[in-house]
């Protein structure tokens, strides 16, 4: 059990680490992404929405490179809904190992494709994820 946890640390320091340096390196600010920065507010904010999903697909990568497992859970039908294209654009890269979905959330996500529905959504993450769990309402 001691090198499961020794295991476990080594890596959260490496990857603290990693992200520091990728934080000095992207130059990221050290700001709240939601203050009023008047003129040019939506700039700001732009900047900063890139910056997090910068440092979203650097820990992803970072993770694969050293072998580990990424799961990810598409949160709710909402969030589907807003960041569809991304979300498939990381689901298809393969990088993805476990996604957690519920029924609403995996149907939401095929919406405006040509193939949409619950059994489209599941072959999407069958052929995408090594592992996918799509929860189901009892009827």
Request: aromatic share 12%; net charge negative.
């Amino acid at each position: 059990m001691g090198s499961v946890l020794d295991g476990y640390r080594n890596a959260l320091k490496d990857t603290q680490k990693a992200f520091a340096e990728y934080r000095q390196s992207a130059l990221l600010l050290k700001e709240p992404v939601y203050k009023d920065a008047g003129p040019g507010g939506l700039k700001y904010f732009l900047r900063r929405l890139i910056s997090f999903a910068l440092a979203w697909y650097t820990a992803i990568m970072i993770a694969k490179q050293e072998g580990i497992f990424v799961s990810l859970d598409l949160a709710s039908f909402e969030m589907v809904q807003k960041f569809r294209s991304p979300l498939l654009q990381l689901l298809e890269s393969g990088s993805v190992d476990l996604c957690f979905a519920n029924e609403d959330e995996a149907t939401e996500l095929l919406r405006s494709e040509d193939k949409a529905g619950l059994e489209a959504a599941l072959e999407f993450l069958a052929e995408h994820c090594q592992w996918a769990v799509v929860m189901h309402a009892f009827e």
